[in-house]
């Protein structure tokens, strides 16, 4: 891109995925602006050619991209304090990726649009490497003009945009969907994993086997090998996942959808979380059941 055609985006959120986007908005040609509550973030993307937040004016962002926890999170830094979206330039765009329920993110919506600016549900998928690669999926729902407004961050951030809906609401929905089904995945490899130990077989092999067979899932293959690693770092946590499947059991008791499958998993974290675990990677749900029945995990003498 020639320097004309770069935009002022400012991310909001500077963890394992947002670093990851403000990296790949900056290979792009972006002038990125970051902003954590952690200084030292913001310092290592600025010494990759970023700038801090702290150096934009007022109303001179053209796209302000959140990638904070949750809908507290995203309420506090678009409308609270310190109030980001005052960065953004009248026309511009907010694009919130956090899980959200669909109703908050309309909220989001409408509170960005009396302050004339564009917003874009915009809820993302694939993990830290395929964000500092560019290649990540968002589920995006939003305007015409929304779309429009966030396309340079988009082209630069995603490997695949999901258009869902005219308005915010549908790429939270979608995102809920995903969760479901990773949140389950994930406990249903340590579940399973921990099954397999206890009739002797090694968790190598069942990595192999299994990542060629019909019980094989995207979060078999991704998390197993942390385990059979005994690498634990977290690139997601069990603390992410009592709220994301919260999230999800909320929506489907507002439309009186019963999700035993979705109960049970969120059960098994909340309790993975209250021992101790919330900060590792999400793998580590393997944890509780190994301890249940004695088994050594790889690592663990």
């Not at 400012?10 to 902003?35: D, K, P, Q």
Request: proline share 3%; with cysteine.
């Amino acid at each position: 891109m020639t320097r004309t055609d770069a935009k002022n985006i400012l991310v909001v959120g500077l963890g394992s995925m947002g670093f990851g986007m403000a990296e790949s908005l900056l290979s792009a040609g972006h002038n990125v602006f970051g902003a954590d509550i952690d200084a030292e973030k913001v310092q290592t993307l600025c010494a990759k050619g970023a700038q801090s937040a702290d150096q934009l004016g007022k109303s001179e962002a053209d796209v302000l991209v959140s990638v904070v926890l949750n809908a507290e999170q995203t309420e506090t830094v678009l409308f609270g304090t310190p109030d980001l979206a005052a960065r953004v330039a009248k026309g511009g765009v907010v694009l919130s990726c956090a899980t959200v329920a669909p109703s908050f993110a309309q909220e989001m919506a409408a509170r960005a649009t009396a302050r004339g600016l564009h917003y874009l549900d915009a809820p993302i998928s694939g993990g830290a490497v395929r964000a500092a690669a560019g290649q990540l999926s968002v589920m995006a729902s939003g305007s015409d003009a929304a779309f429009a407004a966030a396309s340079p961050a988009l082209d630069a951030m995603a490997e695949t945009v999901h258009r869902l809906g005219d308005t915010a609401g549908a790429g939270s929905a979608m995102k809920a969907v995903n969760q479901l089904l990773a949140g389950v995945h994930i406990a249903a490899m340590g579940e399973a994993l921990a099954f397999g130990m206890t009739q002797g077989l090694d968790i190598g092999r069942m990595i192999d086997v299994i990542s060629v067979s019909a019980g094989t899932s995207w979060m078999f293959e991704n998390r197993a090998p942390h385990v059979r690693d005994a690498d634990y770092t977290p690139r997601s946590t069990i603390s992410i996942w009592p709220k994301d499947l919260g999230i999800v059991s909320e929506i489907a008791q507002s439309a009186g959808l019963d999700v035993p499958i979705t109960r049970t998993a969120l059960e098994r974290y909340r309790e993975a979380a209250g021992s101790g675990l919330g900060l590792e990677d999400d793998a580590a749900i393997i944890k509780p059941y190994a301890a249940s029945v004695g088994l050594k995990l790889p690592g663990e003498e």
